[in-house]
C-alpha cells in the first residue's frame, strides 16, 4: 500500500512558477514508475510527466515540455513537478500517482494522491 500527498498548488499570475511536491509513504516509493496528472474543470484527467523508478528516464506530454520538470528524491520518498512560464491553461487539479510501469493512461497507476489545485491568472 502506498500513500500519496500533494503540496505546492496555489494561485499564480501567468508567467511564473511553482513546485508541486508528492510525499509518499511505504519503503516501496523507489519500486515505483511516478507519474503526475491534471484534471481541469469539465475535462478528463491528462497526463503530464511521469518519471522512471531510478530517475533515469522522464515523459511529458508536449504542452509542457521545456516549461516543467518532474524529479524525485526516493531517499524522501518525494516526487517534484517543477512548474514555470505558467500559461492559464495550466489551471487544473494536479495528482500525483504510483504505477508499476510508464504509461500515459490514469488506470496504469494504482495509488492516487488527493490533488493539489493550481490557478494561473491571465
Known amino acids: 500500500q502506498v500513500q500519496l500527498v500533494e503540496s505546492g498548488g496555489g494561485l499564480v499570475q501567468a508567467g511564473g512558477s511553482l513546485r508541486l511536491s508528492c510525499v509518499a509513504s511505504?519503503?516501496?516509493?523507489?519500486?515505483?514508475?511516478m507519474g503526475w496528472f491534471r484534471q481541469a474543470l469539465g475535462k478528463d484527467r491528462e497526463f503530464v510527466a511521469a518519471i522512471s523508478w531510478s530517475g533515469g528516464s522522464t515523459y511529458y506530454t508536449d504542452s509542457v515540455k521545456g516549461r516543467f520538470t518532474i524529479s524525485r528524491d526516493n531517499a524522501k520518498n518525494t516526487v517534484y513537478l517543477q512548474m514555470t512560464s505558467l500559461k492559464p491553461e495550466d489551471t487544473a487539479v494536479y495528482y500525483c500517482?504510483?504505477?508499476?510501469?510508464?504509461?500515459?493512461?490514469?488506470?496504469?497507476?494504482?495509488?492516487w494522491g488527493q490533488g493539489t489545485q493550481v490557478a494561473v491568472s491571465s
Open positions: 500517482a504510483a504505477g508499476p510501469y510508464y504509461s500515459r493512461n490514469p488506470t496504469t497507476y494504482n495509488y
Open positions: 511505504g519503503r516501496t516509493f523507489s519500486s515505483y514508475v
